[in-house]
Nanobody, 128 residues
Framework: QLQLVESGGGLVQPGGSLRLSCAASGFSLDYYSIGWFRQAPGKEREGVSCISRSDNRTRYVDSVKGRFTISRDNAKNTVYLQMNSLKSEDTAVYYC?????????????????????WGQGTQVTVSS
């Protein structure tokens, strides 16, 4: 069965850190660009970051630049999102997704329609 599973969410105080993991089973992430999206209550799904399949180029939404870092470990078939200096506005359900398009497309930071496989999401709550 092909699936993505996120983990690492939780409750953290403002200024704290979390590392989200996105583990794949049934397929290799080597051949996919990976994106992280988030959705807060009452808001549309937002693209947070992505990492390309070929050269590991990364992209970030402006609101997380300098605070979040996306990376991949192909040996573990896992992509990570390190989140530092968390703010209350980062509270959301975070989803990872896999984009199977050819490498020449790079990674799509903001368009969920470019992604084929999705995880079930992990809740991140930033609150004191």
């Amino acid at each position: 069965q092909l699936q993505l599973v996120e983990s690492g969410g939780g409750l953290v105080q403002p200024g704290g850190s979390l590392r989200l993991s996105c583990a794949a089973s049934g397929f290799s992430l080597d051949y996919y660009s990976i994106g992280w999206f988030r959705q807060a209550p009452g808001k549309e799904r937002e693209g947070v970051s992505c990492i390309s399949r070929s050269d590991n180029r990364t992209r970030y939404v402006d609101s997380v630049k300098g605070r979040f870092t996306i990376s991949r470990d192909n040996a573990k078939n896992t992509v990570y999102l390190q989140m530092n200096s968390l703010k209350s506005e980062d509270t959301a359900v975070y989803y990872c997704a896999a984009d199977p398009r050819p490498a020449r497309y790079g990674c799509s930071r903001s368009n969920p329609n470019d992604y084929y496989y999705w995880g079930q999401g992990t809740q991140v709550t930033v609150s004191s």
